[in-house]
């Protein structure tokens, strides 16, 4: 296959897997261009003079002012599948959708829709996400984005942190580096580039960094240089300070724990196992193992307890309040616990089959960073779960009126159980639709209320529906923007 353009003026490019080819007089004669092409087919338009061609293996957009006959490179550093032109815009169809205006010099990302997104960090009014091309950063909460390129690379980013004004992140090749501007732009030259940073952590001017195969590394000087630690010999693929002490989650050799800021290294009773994420929340340390779900410490490590989330792979951590997030497999999704991790239930509502690799907390929502379908984001009220109003056993099941309705955009609904049992609310639409669950889970007898934010939904009428054994009740309710 090739892809070939022409204009009006007899010109036609044709693009092939041993280069791009012109010809000026509607193909009757063709020369070879400077441009030689890969071993890739690549998509071609022409505007006037200037011709545009899709690029692989990380060429971005390769772009012609002069009808095909000298060549530049384009800010675009990423396969470039599709191209489109639409006046003064040119839109590039990669991992996502690109825009230009200024022909090619520089891109703004449309979407992260079709990209890993390995881990997100939120600095200074912006989310900044860490993909398989380099970084993203967001300052409208993830409705249009930035792409951020490590010195004309395009480095895979498993790691970022934030300090202050600064974010850290830890790549695949370009090693650990430093942007001062909340994730805009990135510092260069950075060490640690023959190393895999699978996570990050700071405390003042101490940076650490955790890798493949050659354990933590740290920096006293804010990341300008990096000396290893002691553990040495093993992948480290999360990292939490907390009470002077640091937690290394590894690969099959459980959590690492020092505590004289990474000179020396115990082993934790949590061995022998895949850690992916840490957490902390007040006294409560969480892991998320692979394989089997996620663990809790009350004792900074000392010993841990297996959670009824106990027989998944748990790739992400996330927390607020008594609120705690975990992401797991394409078969499983998202998972919320409202009471610091003793009950657990799925919110996979609109998420799709994906893998949950990271979780941010950022502007009263959920971000969720996927693989290969990007960010999903949810309202954290969505999230927050049911509030016991009173543990008095109530003579029979009911469900209230929700209040205030009609309501933009939230509005609470109040039921009772008498019955220790397990319980649905559900939300339906004018159709009979299910739009979302508000509870899905075991409780006990007794007073309770939820909160319902429809910020995301249009203007309409809906219905909530309470099941709870053999009783079931549906109420109407008004949703005015």
Request: with cysteine; proline share 2%; aromatic share 12%.
């Given at each position: 296959m090739r892809y070939v353009a022409a204009n009006d003026d007899g010109?036609?490019?044709?693009?092939?897997?041993?280069?791009?080819?012109?010809?000026t007089d509607e193909g009757l004669s063709w020369n070879q261009t400077s441009n030689q092409g890969s071993s890739y087919n690549r998509p071609v338009i022409i505007s006037g003079n200037n011709v545009y061609i899709g690029g692989v293996n990380n060429g971005g957009v390769f772009i012609s002012t002069n009808s095909g006959v000298t060549w530049n490179q384009g800010g675009l550093n990423s396969f470039v599948y599709s191209l489109a032109l639409n006046g003064n815009i040119l839109y590039g169809g990669s991992f996502g959708v690109f825009s230009t205006t200024n022909n090619g010099l520089s891109w703004d990302q449309l979407t992260l829709c079709i990209q890993?997104?390995?881990?997100?960090?939120?600095?200074?009014?912006?989310?900044?996400?860490?993909?398989?091309?380099?970084?993203?950063?967001?300052?409208?909460?993830?409705?249009?984005?930035?792409?951020?390129?490590?010195?004309?690379?395009?480095?895979?980013?498993?790691?970022?942190?934030?300090?202050?004004?600064?974010?850290?992140?830890?790549?695949?090749?370009?090693?650990?580096?430093?942007?001062?501007n909340n994730g805009q732009t990135f510092q260069y030259n950075h060490p640690l580039t023959n190393r895999i940073i699978y996570s990050l952590a700071v405390n003042g001017f101490d940076v650490f960094a955790g890798t493949a195969l050659n354990g933590v590394y740290k920096s006293t000087n804010f990341g300008t240089s990096f000396i290893q630690s002691s553990l040495n010999n093993v992948t480290v693929r999360a990292l939490l300070l907390k009470d002077g002490l640091i937690f290394a989650g590894t690969e099959r050799n459980g959590i690492m724990i020092s505590n004289d800021n990474g000179a020396t290294w115990i082993q934790s009773s949590l061995a022998n196992q895949d850690v992916r994420a840490l957490i902390s929340n007040g006294n409560i340390v969480f892991a998320?193992?692979?394989?089997?779900?996620?663990?809790?410490?009350?004792?900074?490590?000392?010993?841990?307890?297996?959670?009824?989330?106990?027989?998944?792979?748990i790739f992400s951590l996330g927390v607020s309040g008594n609120n705690i997030f975990a992401g797991s497999s394409r078969e499983f999704g998202f998972y919320v616990s409202n009471d610091n991790g003793v009950n657990w239930f799925q919110k996979n509502e609109g998420l799709l089959n994906v893998q949950v690799n990271s979780i941010c907390i950022f502007n009263d929502y959920v971000y969720a960073g996927t693989s290969s379908r990007g960010i999903f984001k949810r309202p954290l009220n969505d999230m927050l779960g049911i509030q016991p109003v009173s543990n008095e056993i109530p003579k029979e099941y009911s469900l209230s009126q929700n209040y205030p309705n009609p309501f933009n955009p939230v509005t609470n609904v109040k039921f009772q159980i008498p019955k220790s049992g397990f319980?649905?609310?559900?939300?339906?639409?004018?159709?009979?639709?299910?739009?979302?669950?508000?509870?899905?889970?075991?409780?006990?007898?007794?007073?309770?209320?939820?909160?319902?934010?429809?910020?995301?939904?249009?203007?309409?009428?809906?219905?909530?529906?309470?099941?709870?054994?053999?009783?079931s009740e549906t109420k109407k309710m008004v949703l005015i923007k």
């Amino acid at each position: 296959m090739r892809y070939v353009a022409a204009n009006d003026d007899g010109l036609i490019i044709l693009t092939s897997g041993i280069g791009v080819f012109r010809s000026t007089d509607e193909g009757l004669s063709w020369n070879q261009t400077s441009n030689q092409g890969s071993s890739y087919n690549r998509p071609v338009i022409i505007s006037g003079n200037n011709v545009y061609i899709g690029g692989v293996n990380n060429g971005g957009v390769f772009i012609s002012t002069n009808s095909g006959v000298t060549w530049n490179q384009g800010g675009l550093n990423s396969f470039v599948y599709s191209l489109a032109l639409n006046g003064n815009i040119l839109y590039g169809g990669s991992f996502g959708v690109f825009s230009t205006t200024n022909n090619g010099l520089s891109w703004d990302q449309l979407t992260l829709c079709i990209q890993d997104v390995y881990t997100m960090v939120s600095s200074g009014g912006a989310l900044v996400a860490g993909t398989n091309l380099a970084c993203s950063y967001s300052t409208n909460g993830g409705a249009s984005w930035n792409l951020t390129t490590f010195n004309s690379q395009t480095p895979k980013v498993f790691s970022l942190v934030a300090s202050g004004d600064n974010v850290f992140a830890g790549s695949v090749g370009s090693g650990v580096v430093l942007s001062t501007n909340n994730g805009q732009t990135f510092q260069y030259n950075h060490p640690l580039t023959n190393r895999i940073i699978y996570s990050l952590a700071v405390n003042g001017f101490d940076v650490f960094a955790g890798t493949a195969l050659n354990g933590v590394y740290k920096s006293t000087n804010f990341g300008t240089s990096f000396i290893q630690s002691s553990l040495n010999n093993v992948t480290v693929r999360a990292l939490l300070l907390k009470d002077g002490l640091i937690f290394a989650g590894t690969e099959r050799n459980g959590i690492m724990i020092s505590n004289d800021n990474g000179a020396t290294w115990i082993q934790s009773s949590l061995a022998n196992q895949d850690v992916r994420a840490l957490i902390s929340n007040g006294n409560i340390v969480f892991a998320g193992t692979i394989s089997n779900g996620v663990h809790i410490s009350t004792n900074n490590g000392t010993s841990w307890t297996q959670t009824s989330l106990n027989n998944r792979d748990i790739f992400s951590l996330g927390v607020s309040g008594n609120n705690i997030f975990a992401g797991s497999s394409r078969e499983f999704g998202f998972y919320v616990s409202n009471d610091n991790g003793v009950n657990w239930f799925q919110k996979n509502e609109g998420l799709l089959n994906v893998q949950v690799n990271s979780i941010c907390i950022f502007n009263d929502y959920v971000y969720a960073g996927t693989s290969s379908r990007g960010i999903f984001k949810r309202p954290l009220n969505d999230m927050l779960g049911i509030q016991p109003v009173s543990n008095e056993i109530p003579k029979e099941y009911s469900l209230s009126q929700n209040y205030p309705n009609p309501f933009n955009p939230v509005t609470n609904v109040k039921f009772q159980i008498p019955k220790s049992g397990f319980v649905e609310l559900k939300i339906y639409d004018a159709l009979g639709r299910e739009v979302t669950t508000l509870v899905n889970e075991q409780l006990n007898p007794g007073t309770y209320e939820i909160d319902w934010n429809a910020s995301n939904y249009p203007s309409g009428v809906y219905y909530y529906k309470l099941v709870a054994r053999n009783f079931s009740e549906t109420k109407k309710m008004v949703l005015i923007k």
